[in-house]
C-alpha cells in the first residue's frame, strides 16, 4: 500500500569489518540508493521520500569512509571491487536477495560491478550520470586534478577543497548552486581524511574492463544523463555508450536548453519515479 510503512530505521551494516552507516523505509520491492565519490546517502535522491511512501523499501547507506561511515582498513582500499563488495554485505545483512540498484556516479559504477560479477543478487539498474568509460585513454590531467582535490582536502579541509575545484570552470548560471553543495557534502563526513583517500583511489580502479561486457547485463536497466553544459564531469556521451550497450536500456536526460535546465539528477522527486516505475518493470 502506498504509505505504509514510511517510517526511518537507522542501519549499522558490519561490511567484512568496515562498519557502514545507512537506513532503511517502507515495504514492497527493494531498492538500494548508492552515492557518488564525496557524496553521502542523502545525495542520489536528494532526500526525497517519495519511493518509500509509493510503496518500496529503500536501503541507502555512506559508502566505505563516506558520512557516518567507517574508513577502509587501507587508504587504497576504496576500489569497485571493495566497493561492491560492501554492497554485497549490506544486501546479505537484510537478507535481500535481489535488489534494484539505483547508483550515481561512483554509485553507478558499483552497482554495474556487482550486475556483472553477481548478477543473481541484482533485479534491476538505475545508472545515474556514469562517467567511466574505458574506451577511452586514461586521463593522466584529470588523474591530477583528482589528487588536487585530495589535497586540497587533507590541507584546507572543506575550504581547501572548494578552492581546488576550480569553481571558475562552472557555468556561472550554475556556480552559485555548485558551490553550496559542495560545501553541503564535504560538511557531512566524518572522516575527511579517508574521503581524501578515496578521492585518489576511486579514480584509479575500474569497475569493468570493456564497454562491450555491458551487452551481459540481462535485467531492466535505465541510464540517466546530464547534458554537458551543466554537468560537464559526467559526459552525456558516456550515458548514451552506456545505454547503447545494455540490452533494452531506455536513456534519459533532461530537454536541451537554452537555457540549459536542470539535470533530472537533481531533481529528487523526478528522478525517484524514475526509479519507481523501473522497480516496477522488475517485478513483472
Known amino acids: 500500500m502506498a504509505g505504509a510503512g514510511a517510517a526511518q530505521e537507522s542501519l549499522t551494516i558490519d ?27 542523502r545525495y542520489v535522491v536528494m532526500g ?24 577502509a582498513p587501507d587508504p587504497s582500499a576504496y576500489g569497485y571491487e571493495q566497493l561492491a563488495d560492501d554492497l554485497e554485505a549490506a544486501l546479505d545483512a537484510l537478507q535481500i536477495e535481489r535488489a534494484v540498484l539505483a547508483g550515481a556516479s561512483m554509485g553507478a559504477h558499483t552497482a554495474l560491478h556487482l550486475a556483472l560479477t ?16 574505458p574506451s577511452l585513454p586514461r586521463d593522466e590531467q584529470e588523474l591530477l586534478r583528482w589528487d588536487a582535490l585530495a589535497r586540497g582536502l587533507r590541507e584546507g579541509g572543506v575550504e581547501g577543497f572548494v578552492r581546488a575545484y576550480e ?3 562552472v557555468p556561472e548560471a550554475w556556480r552559485e548552486t555548485v558551490e553550496k553543495v559542495l560545501r553541503q ?32 547485463v540481462r535485467v531492466p536497466s535505465i541510464v ?42 537533481w531533481q529528487g522527486g523526478q528522478l525517484s519515479r524514475v526509479i519507481a516505475e523501473l522497480a516496477e518493470l522488475a517485478r513483472t
Not at 568496515?18 to 553521502?40: N, Q
Not at 553477481?118 to 568509460?133: G, H, W, Y
Open 15 to 41: 561490511a567484512h569489518g568496515v562498519l557502514l552507516a545507512g537506513e532503511r523505509a517502507g515495504e514492497g520491492t527493494p531498492i538500494v540508493l548508492l552515492h557518488g565519490l564525496t557524496a553521502t546517502r
Open 167 to 169: 569553481l571558475d570552470a
Open 118 to 133: 553477481r548478477p543473481q543478487r541484482v533485479a534491476a539498474l538505475a545508472l545515474i550520470t556514469p562517467s567511466f568509460d
Open 224 to 265: 540517466v544523463g546530464s547534458r554537458d553544459e551543466v554537468d560537464p564531469g559526467h559526459p552525456l556521451a558516456v550515458a548514451e555508450r552506456y545505454a547503447q550497450t545494455i540490452a533494452g536500456a531506455r536513456l534519459i536526460v533532461e530537454d536541451a536548453g537554452p537555457p540549459a535546465r536542470s539535470p533530472i539528477a
Open 48 to 71: 526525497s521520500r517519495a519511493l518509500q511512501r509509493s510503496g518500496h523499501r529503500v536501503i541507502a547507506y555512506d559508502a566505505r569512509g563516506h558520512g557516518s561511515s567507517a574508513p
Open 185 to 216: 557534502r564535504l560538511g557531512a563526513h566524518e572522516h575527511p581524511l579517508a574521503v581524501a583517500d578515496a578521492l585518489e583511489a576511486v579514480p584509479r580502479s575500474r569497475p569493468f574492463q570493456t564497454l562491450a561486457e555491458l551487452a551481459g
